[in-house]
């Protein structure tokens, strides 16, 4: 039973254009959403995070949306620069634990 | 040190044959946790550590996975008797307490059983 979903297993973006990631979940008891990106051979890294209580958190390039009523976050990347193609992962954390969806490959063109 | 060190950072193996994958978190991060993730796949937990103590071995796959954390530091993951299912890269990761999502991977270890 997947907690966290994320359906689309990679996207195609022009350089400049917005970058929309998805995210869904199932457990409304989950008390932080969080986005992770991955490089090649290397370990996620943390990219942004929001509260169960909010609905958007903004960071630079990077804005989350949390939509409660639908158990829906998005990762909004804009304007998408060539370095942002990794693989991009939504967790969802409770009780000491990472709930992990199988991550979307972002692919940024030229 | 600066980051979570794993190591080694690719593993081949012969089916059958035990492995020892080691992660050495963030000095003063007292949570550690594991995971793996095989091809195509989001990251599986596996087991979680608050100082020298798991209390979560739910995610261990099978009896032929065991872990243990020394010094409230180094932790080894053990697998006895691979297989290859078990070909995965596996990830450690650190954060200051179990409280606290802000989780620091380590690189990970490519293990592949043949």
């Known amino acids: 039973d997947q907690q966290v979903k994320q359906n689309s297993p990679s996207l195609s973006v022009q350089e400049g254009r917005i970058s929309i990631l998805n995210c869904d979940y199932t457990?409304?008891?989950?008390?932080?959403f969080l986005w992770y990106k991955k490089y090649p051979a290397e370990g996620p890294t943390f990219l942004i995070s929001?509260?169960?209580i909010k609905d958007k958190n903004e960071d630079g390039r990077f804005t989350v949306f949390l939509n409660k009523s639908a158990k829906h976050l998005s990762l909004h990347i804009v304007p998408s620069q060539p370095g942002d193609s990794a693989v991009y992962f939504c967790?969802?954390?409770?009780?000491?634990?990472?709930?992990w969806g199988a991550g979307t490959k972002l692919i940024i063109k030229p | 040190g600066a980051g979570v060190s794993q190591s080694p950072s690719n593993k081949v193996t012969e089916k059958g044959k035990d492995v020892e994958l080691r992660c050495d978190p963030i000095?003063?991060?007292?949570?550690l946790y594991w995971y793996r993730q095989s091809l195509g796949q989001g990251l599986e937990f596996l087991i979680y550590?608050?100082?020298?103590?798991?209390?979560?071995k739910s995610g261990l796959p099978s009896d032929r996975f065991s872990a243990e954390r020394t010094g409230g530091s180094v932790s080894t993951l053990t697998i006895q008797r691979t297989q290859q299912e078990d070909s995965a890269v596996y990830l450690c990761?650190?954060?200051?307490?179990?409280?606290?999502?802000?989780?620091?991977f380590g690189s990970g270890t490519r293990l592949t059983v043949v």
């Open positions: 929001i509260s169960s």
């Open positions: 550590f608050q100082g020298n103590s798991a209390p979560d």
């Open positions: 967790a969802a954390y409770s009780n000491y634990q990472l709930i």
């Open positions: 990761a650190s954060s200051l307490s179990a409280a606290n999502y802000g989780y620091t």
């Open positions: 000095s003063g991060h007292t949570a």
């Open positions: 457990n409304s008891m989950f008390d932080y």
